[in-house]
């Protein structure tokens, strides 16, 4: 079953922000490892079960998750809210690869494998 599964792929770009607006302020540390895995760097994304780790921050307790791939692209997008810490945040990943079509539809399943 997908649920116990993880998929493993490279980010091409990463987008983490406080969501929604009205929860607690995200406190220095926080911020400062955000800012970490935000941005064009590559980076490893490792998805399971309910949680979604980009580079070194986990986040936990992921719902809404959308998963997309815009056209005349060769890339997928996954966007989700989550956890990290105490705090609450909106995610957007984006996937560039020749697997492009691949890493979206092992992303699909494990979305609706895991009701998310």
Known sequence: MLADSEIRF?????HAHRW???SPAWD???????DG????????????????????VEFHSVGKVG???????REC???FEAKFGGFSAHVHITARSDDY???FGRLVSWRDSNLL
């Open 10 to 14: 490279v980010s091409e770009k990463v």
């Open 101 to 103: 079509a691949g890493i």
């Open 67 to 73: 998963v997309s791939v815009p056209p005349f692209k």
């Open 28 to 34: 220095d540390p926080a911020r400062s490892l955000i």
């Open 77 to 79: 997008t996954m966007i």
């Open 20 to 22: 929604p607006q009205d």
């Open 37 to 56: 895995i935000n941005g064009t760097k590559p980076g490893q994304v490792i998805v399971r079960g309910t949680s979604v780790t980009v580079k070194d």
